[in-house]
């Protein structure tokens, strides 16, 4: 028998990182006008309207993802369709959500009772290493960039480089992953470190002048998952007033392919623990999993992971900061830091770190760049003579 629904009014002020709209390709195409994908009637997902108004869900940061495989192909497009589909999707549901940009629209949206929707684009390789494409980005809506998904960028390392299932190319972030950094921090959007390696946690959590988040990542002490974050990344967490949205993953709360309501709440102990209560929010990842805790079989069982809270003797004010409060703290503080009067980042990343081989090279004609094309057209321009020479 569940324990009792509990009845904090905070309850309707729910963030967190969802999937949905890779659902909503993956299964139609982005078709949102197709009869199966009424988001009313939606069946087979974590995510539908009914289960966000069982769950008392007030907000979510939709999920705009492109698999790595789009790395240095269509990566781009596939994430400017996947913020389109965002976009049509509030439109289209105006009296269910409310897209927002910005910590005061979180707010409106809550006294409104809607979900709060906001952006979130999952993986650096969405920017194709480009300040320019960062800078459209956030101009479509991006409220957070999550630095890598489970692949590297040509300027920052995933977490599979502390498995041994990646190299490491950048140690963390290259001098362009600090300039991302930094442009994140001038336009105030939100850095995310899920997916990242333990370098570049730490590297980044030293440059940032705001706050970060972890969107979706549990604690490694109790699942020792390389996707989780380490207890000495943690107290960097504490000292920098950042945050943990723990992940619901089985494989990241429990390390095999079962795991309960019960255990996530030793997620989200651990992290208060050792990182302090204001370090603690929920990060779901509903329909970006293929496995879930029994308990939390969907979005419309979030009061039961806070019914179980309360019983282990959290405070009212603690499940507030969880469930909300938190996030909106450093969201704010990411707000404060960003200074759009201040000159962009504009030194492009170096043409010999940027993969595929499919690019146009425009723009690349001075300095260094230049020196490596001459360097190529020379040795080109040579290969005939030593030819020549190796046949005498």
Known sequence: MSP???RLQSCVCRKEHNDLPWQLLDMFNNRLQDERANLTTLAGTHTNIPKLRAGFVGGQFWSVYTPCDTQNKDAVRRTLEQMDVVHRMCRMYPETFLYVTSSAGIRQAFREGKVA??????????IDSSLG????LYQLGMRYLTLTHSCNTPWADNWLVDTGDSEPQSQGLSPFGQRVVKELNRLGV??????VSVATMKATLQLSRAPVIFSHSSAYSVCASRRNVPDDVLRLVKQTDSLVMVNFYNNYISCTNKANLSQVADHLDHIKEVAGAGAVGFGGDFDGVPRVPEGLEDVSKYPDLIAELLRRN????EVKGALADNLLRVFEAVEQASNLTQAPEEEPIPLDQLGGS???HYGYSSGASSLHRHW????????PLVLCLSLL
């Open 4 to 6: 009792p629904r509990p």
């Open 117 to 126: 929707s906001l952006i979130g684009v999952e993986g650096g390789h969405s």
């Open 133 to 136: 494409v960062l800078r459209a």
């Open 190 to 195: 939100l850095i995310d470190l899920a997916h």
């Open 314 to 317: 959290w405070t009212e004010a």
């Open 358 to 360: 499919c690019r146009t």
């Open 376 to 383: 190529g057209l020379l040795l080109a321009s040579l290969a």
